[in-house]
């Protein structure tokens, strides 16, 4: 490697040192034109070797010798063999005198053995060609002999200077001697007894003793010495075997079959006991873990939840919970109740499970089964649907000649009504229900207990949000539908517009190719009426509606109301059966006999039969709208059932009152001026109390939270107003009025209550006043600006300036800043401001004034000051 050029970076690799360090040592050396991409040649790696690495020349240097002296040897040999073929014979050894060794065998007699080493005697150095061999008659010499060449007397002669010169070197080198030690020597035969020092030992049993003796084995010694250590196998060799990852489930086993060893051992039965516990109660922790996540996601809940209540148990919010059932091709509200199935399939979605609790209450009620021969015709149910103010009301009035706006606050439909109208001996009975966006859950309920729906659009408006409602309503309940295009005497009709925007909505009338009925009317002068009903009449033939008369009522209970003189008053839509006086009604949570049975016109009624609508007055509470209602045949068993639902109601009710958490604290920390606005809802029918919580709470924001602590029918009582007072609520009442004694007690306790007659009215001042709740945005508002042009600087006074207004109007409380070269300089208030001599409030734009500012001095000729007024914006809920 060393003959060819290599990369720098390569290099500094090799000797294990950093680049710039090799760089520096080649600056240093006068190599200065490299850098770290470079090559370096032969001679710089040499210099580079010399540095950091100087055995490997040397090692190189001894490789190369040896290798050279490998390639000399077989030259040697051959030379070698060469000089012995040539080599003559030689005579033989001279003997010339023997040497006396007597004197060197005397022995020590205090030392038993004593090696004595004979004095070297050097024999001069000959030629092996010039030696004699020795003869056969001459005897052999013992010890050391002198070996004598036949070369001419002058090379003796230098022989025998040169070993007396060795001689006399030898005499004055002074040699060390050392006696070999043999060990102790043995002075006297006698042995010590050493017993005598001994300690006594104590005595032992016998037995005990015994098994000593049996059991104890002679311990062999584990030789430690260099021939055994030497025969260990790679000792003083690097370990170059890659060590291996261990997987986790490797690393898994080795801990669990080390902690089994640790606990398999251990003599301390307490210890293995205790642990043993440990181990139990934590696999019981964990057991209790799991149970209580399992618990976690199972949800309890009745025949009684509503959506807002179903989505506070989940945690989500009831939009959430809303879109699911529209996925599912449901209209509902947040106060509307879901049945079992829907509570099941939404729960799934959302990751929960449902448990039903009192579902035995409900199937406690027997219901019979209806045969054929005891089915009879009954009237249609129609419902009458679409946008407010588009004549739903209107019609329904001409149809039965009454006037029912005119009982309506603020000329719109703020209740459902049931209404029979017999049209040449048929009957038919209508549903009206409200066109206000707040009133969803009754036109939901309209549209579950319907047969067929009237959708109702003005031809001289649009399809509006609630028509395309009304017409979803309906395609959910699977109903068929009948078009009334109304306000067709009005100049500015255009039903073709409506066709087409219908037909945008995938609902295409028969004019237009659809399956869909549609009729012009007008509720004003009865045009088109008359052949509108027969188009109904057409669709209830086509259903071929059928009920059995000989049977206890069931029902669906429509609307409920708090009568100050006859109490509740409950209105209610018989869907089979007879309901008959004296019968022992269940609704809901409460119960009751029928004390009287009045039509939409107050006339008593002694039955009510198949789809016939009617105002029931007995039961001991206000039912909620959409419940079922059932007649049974042992007051007692309704009495029972009704305790269990209002006990499994209120325990709903605690189950979805959620308290205040951790994490909503921080959440109304982060927002800093969060605000809670608590409403007590008192109204006259169950269903106007449903829709104004609905709307109301829509309203919330992340800023103020909407609760609505209690709703109910009837007059607002004292006992609303001390709720109010404890709970620092506003007291809403719709279309009812406090009693005296409630009022004097809101007066006293200095309770807000705000009566309203029409819903939008109601939904329009509670959001002003939320708006009112949150604290204004602050904003600015450049109201002047004045160029300085000349200064005066006047003692105990400090600096005027003499300014002119640019543009605006400046005040004496005017708070200002001091603009140079763009920068802003100070901020602050003025301290005087004068025209001429005089102080002034105010200087407009085009005059010259002088003013000097609140503790600041540094004003210059050219200076710009800027007149603000922080002006308070009012926040909005959007």
């Known amino acids: 490697m060393s003959g060819v050029s290599q990369r720098l970076s390569k290099v500094a690799k090799e000797f294990n040192v950093g680049v710039d360090t090799i760089l520096d040592f080649l600056e240093s050396k006068g190599i200065d034109d490299l850098n770290r991409n470079s090559k370096i040649s032969p001679e710089t790696y040499e210099v580079l070797v010399d540095e950091y690495q100087p055995d490997k020349k040397v090692k190189a240097e001894a490789k190369e010798l040896k290798k050279a002296e ?82 001419p007397a002058s090379v003796e002669k230098k022989e025998a200077e040169a070993s007396e010169e060795k001689k006399a070197e030898e005499s004055t080198i002074i040699r060390g001697r050392a006696k070999k030690l043999n060990g102790p020597t043995l002075v006297s035969s006698e042995k010590i007894d050493l017993t005598k020092f001994q300690k006594p030992k104590k005595k032992k049993p016998v037995a005990s003793s015994s098994a000593n003796v049996e059991t104890k084995k002679k311990r062999k010694r584990v030789s430690t010495s260099s021939g055994n250590r030497d025969r260990r196998p790679n000792r003083g060799k690097q370990n170059t075997t890659p060590r291996v990852e261990l997987t986790p489930e490797q690393i898994q086993k080795q801990v669990r079959e080390n902690l089994a060893k640790l606990q398999s051992g251990g003599k301390n039965k307490g210890a293995k006991l205790r642990r043993e516990k440990r181990q139990a109660r934590k696999e019981q922790e964990e057991i209790n873990l799991i149970k209580s996540e399992e618990e976690s996601k199972t949800i309890q809940v009745t025949e009684f939840v509503t959506t807002a209540e179903f989505a506070q148990l989940m945690s989500v919010e009831p939009t959430q919970i809303i879109s699911a059932c529209f996925s599912l091709g449901m209209m509902v509200t947040q106060n509307q109740r879901l049945d079992a199935e829907t509570l099941s ?115 001289d408006d649009k399809v509006m949000p609630q028509t395309k409602e009304a017409i979803s309503h309906a395609q959910a309940a699977g109903v068929p539908m ?222 103020i939270a909407v609760n609505i602590i209690h709703k109910s029918v009837g007059q607002i009582s004292e006992s609303d107003v001390m709720l109010a007072a404890a709970s620092d609520a506003v007291i809403i009442g719709f279309q009812v009025r406090p009693s005296v004694n409630a009022r004097k007690l809101a007066e006293k306790e200095q309770i807000d209550i705000r009566l309203y007659s029409v819903i939008y009215n109601a939904i329009e001042e509670l959001e002003k006043a939320m708006e009112g709740m949150l604290s204004p945005d602050i904003e600015e508002k450049v109201v002047c600006n004045i160029e300085i042009r000349e200064t005066f600087k006047i003692s105990k006074i400090g600096t005027i300036a003499g300014c002119y207004v640019l543009d605006g109007k400046i005040n004496r409380n005017t708070k200002i800043r001091l603009i140079r070269d763009g920068i802003v300089v100070y901020s602050g208030e003025l301290s005087t401001l004068k025209r001429f001599k005089d102080d002034v409030k105010e200087v407009s734009v085009g005059y010259e004034c002088g003013l000097s500012i609140n503790n600041f001095n540094d004003i210059k000729v050219g200076d710009i000051v800027e007149g603000f007024e922080e002006v308070e914006v009012k926040k909005t809920l959007n």
């Open 70 to 151: 490998d390639d000399i040897k077989p030259k040697v040999k051959k030379e070698i063999e060469t000089v012995k073929v040539e080599t003559p014979k030689m005579e033989g050894l001279k003997i010339v005198s023997k040497v006396d060794i007597t004197p060197l065998k005397t022995v020590d007699p205090k030392v038993k053995k004593k090696e004595v080493e004979p004095e070297k005697v050097e024999a001069p150095e000959v030629e092996k060609a010039d030696i004699e061999p020795p003869k056969a008659d001459e005897p052999k010499a013992v010890e050391e002999v002198k070996i004598e060449s036949k070369e």
């Open 482 to 703: 009948v078009f009334a295009l109304n306000k067709i005497d009005r100049e500015t009709a255009n039903p073709d517009k409506i066709k087409e925007q219908l037909a945008n909505e995938n609902v295409l009338l028969e004019d237009w190719g659809g399956k869909f009925q549609s009729q012009e009317i007008s509720a004003k002068t009865g045009l088109g009426i008359p052949e509108l009903l027969e188009k109904v009449l057409l669709e209830a033939e086509i259903l071929d509606l059928k009920a059995n008369p000989d049977k206890n009522a069931i029902g669906t209970v429509i609307e409920a109301s708090l009568d100050k003189g006859k109490g509740y008053l409950t209105t209610i839509l018989v869907e089979s059966g007879t309901l008959k006086l004296g019968d022992y009604v269940l609704a809901g949570c409460f119960s009751g006999k029928v004390k009287a049975l009045l039509d939409e016109r107050e006339n008593k009624m002694e039955d009510a039969g198949p789809s016939t609508p009617a105002v029931l007055l007995g039961l001991n509470g206000a039912a909620q709208a959409g419940d079922k209602f059932n007649v049974m045949d042992d007051e007692r068993e309704a009495k029972n059932i009704a305790a269990k639902r209002m006990q499994l109601q209120r325990e709903q009710g605690v189950r979805t009152q959620k308290h205040i958490t951790l994490d909503e604290i921080g959440r109304r920390l982060a927002l800093g001026d969060f605000k809670e606005l608590n409403i007590i809802i008192k109204g006259d029918v169950d269903g106007s109390i449903e829709a104004l919580s609905d709307s109301l709470q829509k309203l919330s924001t992340d800023q």
């Open 345 to 459: 399939i939404v729960a799934e979605e959302f990751g929960f499970t449902v448990e039903f609790v009192g579902t035995e209450v409900q199937e406690s009620i027997q219901q019979e089964e209806d045969t054929e021969e005891n089915l009879v015709s009954r009237a249609p149910i129609v419902t009458v649907m679409g946008h407010v103010d588009h004549g739903k009301t209107s019609l329904l009035d001409f149809i039965r000649d009454a006037n029912v706006i005119s009982g309506e606050a603020g000329g719109i439909t703020q209740h459902v009504g049931a209404y029979e109208v017999d049209l040449k001996g048929k009957k038919i009975t209508f549903l009206d229900t409200p066109g206000h966006e707040a009133f969803t859950a009754m036109r939901a309920r309209g549209a579950q207990v319907t047969d067929v729906v009237i959708i109702v659009i003005a031809a």
